[in-house]
């Protein structure tokens, strides 16, 4: 398999997490934002485009992440499915979910906000970590 490929899925798969951080987060949890008003900047286009070109070039790097280590077929993935999600899930448990965690403990943010941008971060890792084991069968 290619480089190339592993990298395209994950870029794919951060592309579709844009959709889903919109449901979530911007949808779903947005309204615990309010309740701590100085802690976000103002929203627009600006803000859109730069953190959607974010999630397409971290999914592309956990592309490569999955090209590197194999995915989770160590762990006894029987299918491109499971393999997804347990590679999506453990991303996530070893680096989304503690720097999120780590910085709810300091900066003045909502617990709606918290458990949104966890859940947001983990649907959006489970989808990259699939299209990167789809795209390795």
Request: some cysteine.
């Amino acid at each position: 398999m290619s480089l190339m490929r592993f990298v395209i899925a994950g870029a794919v798969g951060g592309f579709v997490s844009i959709f889903t951080s919109w449901a979530i987060t911007g949808a779903l949890f947005h309204r615990f934002q309010r309740l701590t008003p100085e802690t976000w900047r103002p929203e627009g286009p600006k803000q859109y485009t730069l953190s959607s070109a974010v999630q397409i070039l971290a999914g592309a790097a956990v592309g490569l992440l999955y090209f590197a280590t194999g995915g989770a077929t160590r762990f006894g993935a029987t299918s491109w499915l499971s393999g997804g999600l347990l590679f999506g899930s453990l991303v996530w448990l070893a680096t989304s979910c503690p720097l999120h965690l780590v910085n709810a403990v300091y900066v003045k943010i909502h617990r709606g906000v918290v458990a949104g941008i966890l859940l947001d971060s983990l649907v959006g890792l489970l989808i990259v970590g699939c299209a990167c084991a789809r795209a390795a069968h």
